[in-house]
């Protein structure tokens, strides 16, 4: 496939089949698998095709099991594919060729890079080696990350020591030791509280802004792609079906707000507001409507005696993604 300047990852029918034995349980089961095995076939990744600029913050959004990984893994090389063709920066990632392996990064948010029985600053050495860096140069540049970072007090505690927020930004420092050009980040705010998962994202935007690498970021946390993809592929059952804008997508969405407001005394009786039933002694109220809904629902509740602190917020792009994901 001919490799074009403008796109650093192109992909032309790129697929992932997993085939998987079935097996009764207990000893017999395991006996009748010798003679009479049974397989199933499960598409990773149905053939996709993608042109992918330099620059671009690609998020990947999903359920579990929708194919995410997959085709990061794919793109990075930790896997071969079943089918399909695939270059970034002008290279077959399978291949691993050292050139390709030099200017790319992967980070799985639930495995450690980095040696869990010595210090972080340990490890960067030993990185460096690995990746031919210059071992002043690469100390410097570790203390510059860990200075945007807020964690310099940790680089010489062992691994093991540190909490799951401070362990994911030490993960971080070691996989922009060597300045990659793309980076390949699956759920690098996973289990992280929300202070920490702040710090990371704005560490992520600042860095994407100076450096201007290419980023392909999978999360289940909907701020993480809203506040930084430029790109948002949505992936169902292995397939894309959605390749825009955030903007775009929550447009396409069937539009819908929520309107909050209270009661001053409960009401005697049960109330039905746009197809959402609440219970009698009802005080604090939250009813989601589309924009058809929206003047119905709006005039109703003026009406109700006592109402007061009514407010209209939009829906949370979360709750936007969950619902195109439960129609899927």
Not at 37 to 53: C, H, M, S, V
């Amino acid at each position: 496939m001919s490799s074009l300047p403008e796109f650093v990852i192109q992909t032309r029918g790129l697929s992932r089949r997993y085939r998987t034995y079935e097996k009764n349980p207990g000893l017999w089961g395991s006996l009748q698998g010798f003679w009479n095995r049974k397989y199933t076939e499960k598409i990773a990744l149905a053939p996709t095709t993608l042109n992918i600029e330099p620059g671009q913050i690609i998020g990947l959004v999903g359920a579990n099991g929708a194919g995410k990984t997959t085709l990061i893994k794919v793109l990075s090389g930790l896997i071969v594919p079943t089918n399909g063709e695939a270059k970034v920066l002008g290279f077959t990632p399978w291949e691993r060729n050292h050139l390709y392996l030099k200017q790319m990064t992967v980070l799985l948010g639930q495995k450690n890079q980095l040696w869990w029985d010595i210090s972080p600053n340990d490890s960067y050495a030993l990185l460096a080696d690995i990746y031919d860096l210059d071992r002043e140069q690469a100390r410097k540049r570790v203390q510059e990350l860990a200075q945007l970072l807020d964690c310099q007090h940790v680089l010489k505690t062992q691994l093991r020591r540190l909490s799951l927020g401070e362990r994911m930004k030490m993960e971080i420092i070691g996989c922009l030791l060597h300045d990659p050009k793309i980076l390949f980040l699956d759920e690098p705010t996973i289990g992280l509280d929300i202070v920490a998962q702040t710090t990371i994202r704005k560490f992520l935007a600042e860095y994407v802004k100076e450096k201007k690498p290419t980023v392909l970021l999978t999360s289940h946390y909907m701020d993480d792609i809203a506040k930084l993809a430029d790109r948002l592929l949505l992936i169902s059952k292995g397939k894309i079906v959605y390749d825009g804008t955030v903007n775009g997508f929550s447009q396409k969405s069937k539009s819908r707000q929520k309107i909050l407001f209270s009661l001053r005394e409960p009401m005697n009786i049960p109330l039905k507001l746009a197809d959402q039933e609440f219970a009698t002694g009802t005080l604090q109220f939250s009813v989601e409507v589309t924009d058809e809904q929206l003047p119905l629902t709006m005039n109703q509740i003026t009406l109700l005696p006592g109402m007061t602190d009514l407010r209209l917020d939009p829906v949370d792009f979360e709750e936007v993604i969950h619902e195109f994901m439960r129609g899927e």
